[in-house]
């Protein structure tokens, strides 16, 4: 995630539902960075786990 902060990264790390609560604490631009990369994160996993 480039430059967020340890914690920031380390609990949207864990799933994306945590992901997203930590989207939710960041300002605009930020939350839609985390989002985006949670959700081609989430979509990869399913396309390796399928």
Do not use: C, Y
């Not at 949207?12 to 605009?28: C, D, F, H, K, V």
């Not at 839609?32 to 979509?43: C, P, V």
């Amino acid at each position: 995630m480039g430059s967020a902060p340890a914690e920031v990264e380390k609990v949207a790390r864990e799933n994306i539902g945590s992901a997203s609560g930590m989207a939710a604490t960041l300002p605009g631009e930020a939350a839609d960075s985390l989002m985006t990369a949670a959700r081609a994160a989430f979509a990869h996993s399913v396309s390796v786990a399928a």
